[in-house]
DNA sequence: CTTTCATTTCGACATGTGGCGAAGTATAAC
DNA sequence: GTTATACTTCGCCACATGTCGAAATGAAAG
C-alpha cells in the first residue's frame, strides 16, 4: 500500500505529470525539462526526485548534464498501464500539445546555449 | 487537464483509495464508511464529497441514509480502467485484506445499531 | 410540531506540499 | 588548482489538505 499510494502522490501534480509526458518521447536533460516547465532549478529537482523515489523514471549522469528518462521496471505491477492510461488522456489537453511544441523547439536547441539562458536570465 | 488532476488528486489518499476500494463490492451507507475508516463522520463526509467531485463515485439518499457507489459513467475516459488496476494491486497488500474482513462483519450488523454506536460512543 | 437521528457544512488547527533563492556538490574547462 | 557549469540540497514561506468537534440540515419517529 505504501508503494501505491507513493506512485498516485508522485502523479497527483500537474508539473509532474508534465514532466512524465516530456519524458514519454525520450530521455530529456534536467535543463530541458527546466525550459518546458519554466519552473527554478530547484523546483524541478524536487520534483524529479519526488518522480524517482516512486520508481516512475529512471537517471543517468553524462559529464555535468543529468538525463532522467521513464522507467523501464516500475515499482507497482500496474504503473507502466496507469501510465499509459493517462498518457492517452492527456494528449488530447491544450496543455499538452502546446508542452509538445514547445519542447520541440526546446530539444532543437544547443544545450550549452539553452543553460546559459537559464542560469544567467533571472526569473 | 483539470479533470485528469482532479481524479488523479482524489485518487492520491489511502483513505479514499479505501473507501473506493469498499465500494468495489457495491454501495455502502455513509455509517458502515465510518464504522470501516474510523475518522470522524465530518472527514467522512469531505472524502466522499471529493470523490463524487471527481466523479468517482455516485450516492442515493434513501430516508434518513446516505448511499455511495462506484460511478457508472466517470469523467474521464480512463478512470474506470485506473481504478480496476489499483484495485488489483490493492487486493494483495494487508491493509485491504484486513479492510474486507472489517467490512463483512460491518455489513452484517444491523444498520441503525451500527449507527447508535457510532454516534453515542465517543471516538 | 417537537425530538431524534444520519449526514453535511463550518471553523479551527496541524501537517504536508510546492515554490523560491542561497549555499553546497561534483564535474568540466581553463 | 582555480573557475565555471549543471545540478541538488537546504531553509524558508505561502498555501493546500486532512482531521476534528460544533453547529446546521433535513428526514423520520414520536
Redesign the pocket.
Known sequence: MREIMEVL?AL?????LRTLFALKGGEL????L?ALL?????????????LRAARLVE?R????????RLSKEFRTPSAGKLLALLFKDMAKTRRMVEDRNRLKRICGED??IL??R??CK??
Chains 1, 2 share one sequence.
Request: glycine share 2%; net charge positive.
Open positions: 502522490k497527483a501534480d500537474e508539473n509532474r536533460c534536467v535543463c530541458q527546466i519554466e519552473l527554478a532549478p530547484s523546483t524541478v529537482s524536487k520534483h524529479l526526485t519526488i537517471s549522469k553524462d559529464g555535468r548534464w543529468m538525463y532522467y544545450m550549452a543553460c546559459r537559464l542560469f533571472p526569473r
